[in-house]
């Protein structure tokens, strides 16, 4: 793998060895991601949380490709893992994103763990804030709820994922097998729901976006009717990102013309398009 193999520490923010950091940019962040074959190569969820918060905060950084299969040993030759008990197989889930920042020297991983540390390293008010203080909980609370609310919508694009985007030979058979364990199917298309359980399957991710939306409606007012965007009012903040990353992965993974979106964008008075039209703003990364 990249690094010297290290015996296994459970950390999800620690300083790199000094054996290591030369083989990595000095001048600004590293963002490790996974490659896949669509524009621009970055499709991943939970790393979209983490490129939309550097981009929000203007932080230059460099993405370090990592094959899915690669995530793993990547993340046990730097001694990271994220500090949740999600497992596979009775074994600890290694995931992405991780950051390198050569600023303080340090190795972060877990998108909400990462926002955090860019708070505390690229403060308020010359950055703007991922997670206001005081709303750390909150922000916890939110991106829970948020995860229960679309769990749903994972039978209608997981399959998809393992059908039309390309990963290498390698990772493409470790996302299969693992996303069979995972949800206890033989073959992963068996989870893609069709006939009437796909009626009543997408009823549930239609309940779930409803969910979020009253949310959001709530924001600003008693009313329950407000048109502002983000869940803090007048600026996107880290939760938004989230929300924000999952609509993304939802439909690149489906296509722009595809029934599922367009249904999803025409729903909750087309909040959820205009969410990913004003995260595009924080798409592109600040080149030096
Ligand atoms: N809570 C984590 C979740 C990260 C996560 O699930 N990452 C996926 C990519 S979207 C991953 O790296 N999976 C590795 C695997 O499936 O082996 C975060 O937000 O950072």
Request: hydrophobic share 40%; aromatic share 12%.
């Amino acid at each position: 793998m990249f690094y010297t193999t290290r015996p296994l520490l459970l950390h999800s923010r620690r300083r790199l060895p000094i054996e290591a950091r030369t083989k990595l940019a000095q001048d600004r962040i590293t963002l490790f991601d996974i490659p896949f074959d669509v524009p621009g190569r970055a499709l991943s969820p939970s790393v979209w949380k983490t490129r939309y918060s550097l981009n929000y905060k203007r932080i230059p950084f460099v993405t370090q490709w990592v094959d899915l299969v690669d995530v793993e040993p990547l993340c046990k030759s730097l001694g990271i893992a994220t500090l949740s008990n999600r497992r596979f197989d009775n074994r600890q889930l290694y995931t992405l994103p991780v950051i390198y920042d050569p600023k303080s020297n340090h190795i972060v991983s877990d998108s909400m763990r990462i926002a955090q540390y860019l708070d505390e390293e690229y403060p308020d008010p010359e950055y703007p804030p991922l997670i206001k203080k005081g709303t750390e909980g909150l922000t916890q609370g939110f991106i829970h709820a948020r995860e229960l609310a679309l769990a749903p919508v994972h039978q209608f694009v997981v399959p998809l994922v393992a059908q039309r985007l390309h990963l290498s030979p390698r990772s493409q058979e470790y996302f299969r097998r693992t996303r069979e364990m995972w949800f206890k199917v033989g073959n992963l298309e068996e989870i893609l729901p069709d006939g009437d359980t796909r009626v009543v399957e997408w009823g549930k991710v239609k309940a779930g976006m409803d969910l979020i939306d009253s949310w959001y409606r709530a924001v600003g007012g008693t009313e329950g009717q407000s048109q502002q965007g983000w869940i803090m009012g007048g600026q996107p903040c880290f939760s938004d990102f989230n929300v924000a990353a999952a609509l993304r992965w939802m439909k690149s993974v489906w296509g722009e013309s595809s029934p599922e979106w367009s249904d999803v964008k025409l729903w909750n008075e087309g909040r959820w398009a205009r969410m990913l039209d004003d995260c595009k703003a924080y798409e592109n990364g600040v080149h030096l």
